[in-house]
């Protein structure tokens, strides 16, 4: 994938969800991570020169109260395809009252 291929990419999915750090998944050969973006880094100078450009660092991080540990991608790593939309999951059905008795 290239930097251009992944910040098209990232942006449908920030629309999607509506927010700047979105909730993704990542495949490369080597791993599968999922986690929300906190800083995607693409190498600006060579970008305008060469569109085709595979340099660049995704973050990840774990999403919750505590956030976990940070993972980072190479986006030469991902393949075309390789980055999804992740829905956030939420508690269904969860009765408070209940649960205090």
Do not use: C, W, Y
């Not at 909730?23 to 490369?28: C, P």
């Not at 790593?77 to 209940?98: K, Q, S, T």
């Amino acid at each position: 994938m290239t930097a251009e291929q992944f910040e098209s990419v990232l942006q449908e999915i920030r629309s999607k969800q509506g927010t700047p750090t979105p909730l993704v998944q990542v495949t490369t050969a080597a791993a599968t991570v999922r986690g929300r973006v906190t800083q995607p880094d693409v190498d600006r100078s060579l970008h305008r020169r060469n569109p085709a450009s595979p340099f660049g660092v995704v973050a990840l991080e774990q999403p919750g109260l505590v956030p976990g540990p940070l993972s980072l991608v190479q986006i030469a790593d991902i393949p075309d395809g390789g980055v999804r939309d992740v829905a956030p999951r939420h508690a269904r059905n969860v009765n408070l009252a209940a649960s205090a008795n």
